[in-house]
T-cell receptor
Framework: DGGITQSPKYLFRKEGQNVTLSCEQNLNHDAMYWYRQDPGQGLRLIYYSQIVNDFQKGDIAEGYSVSREKKESFPLTVTSAQKNPTAFYLC???????????FGQGTRLTVV | GENVEQHPSTLSVQEGDSAVIKCTYSDSASNYFPWYKQELGKRPQLIIDIRSNVGEKKDQRIAVTLNKTAKHFSLHITETQPEDSAVYFCAASIGVGGLTGRRALTFGSGTRLQVQP
């Protein structure tokens, strides 16, 4: 069953802690993306990767880091430098750059 | 940076009426314009898309129109039904990081559509 999988579905972070959100796809897509969604708002691009070992910052990259060691995987780390991390995080992939994006089911991150 | 503006932010219609949502974009190199539907707590799902080489595309009760000269595109839903109630997002492929050939979808802020039975 092809698709894009995010885990965990819910995540709680303590102040000053780094957390990593997982994103895996078996669609053989080259491009992968991380978006942040706040209540009642649109999706904002955090990071984008077109190929393995290559990624670019999006509009709101500060306080986040990514890696792309494998084509299938694009994990996002929310660092302690991100002062307001509570949000819904969506990972997506596409066959070509800027093309149709397929989304994972999202991770809801809450700071406690 | 390049952005996408979406209006209205909320839209309430009676069942059976039509709904229209409009978006404008700033990147003249954008060539792909999808529309996504998102239900509460769920992932966005593609409902229709259009590329820059056509002006209109239709799929049953939904249609999208594109005016590249004016840099705006619209979603039209006819014969609305209660199950159409959701948040709708437009998007446009925008250049990323100033690098040629690197593009990502930039999203509008969303329209909450409520269809009253």
């Amino acid at each position: 069953d092809g698709g894009i999988t995010q885990s965990p579905k819910y995540l709680f972070r303590k102040e000053g802690q780094n957390v990593t959100l997982s994103c895996e796809q078996n669609l053989n897509h080259d491009a992968m993306y991380w978006y942040r969604q706040d209540p009642g708002q649109g999706l904002r691009l955090i990071y984008y990767s077109q190929i393995v070992n290559d990624f670019q910052k999006g509009d709101i990259a500060e306080g986040y880091s990514v890696s792309r060691e494998k084509k299938e995987s694009f994990p996002l780390t929310v660092t302690s430098a991100q002062k307001n991390p509570t949000a819904f995080y969506l990972c997506a992939s596409s066959m070509d750059t800027g093309g149709e994006a397929f989304f994972g089911q999202g991770t809801r991150l809450t700071v406690v | 940076g390049e952005n996408v503006e979406q209006h209205p932010s909320t839209l309430s219609v009676q069942e059976g009426d039509s709904a229209v949502i409009k978006c404008t974009y700033s990147d003249s190199a954008s060539n792909y314009f999808p529309w996504y539907k998102q239900e509460l707590g769920k992932r966005p799902q593609l409902i229709i898309d259009i590329r820059s080489n056509v002006g209109e595309k239709k799929d049953q009760r939904i249609a999208v129109t594109l005016n590249k000269t004016a840099k705006h595109f619209s979603l039209h839903i006819t014969e609305t039904q209660p199950e159409d109630s959701a948040v709708y997002f437009c998007a446009a492929s925008i250049g990323v990081g100033g690098l040629t050939g690197r593009r990502a979808l930039t999203f509008g802020s969303g329209t909450r559509l409520q269809v009253q039975p």
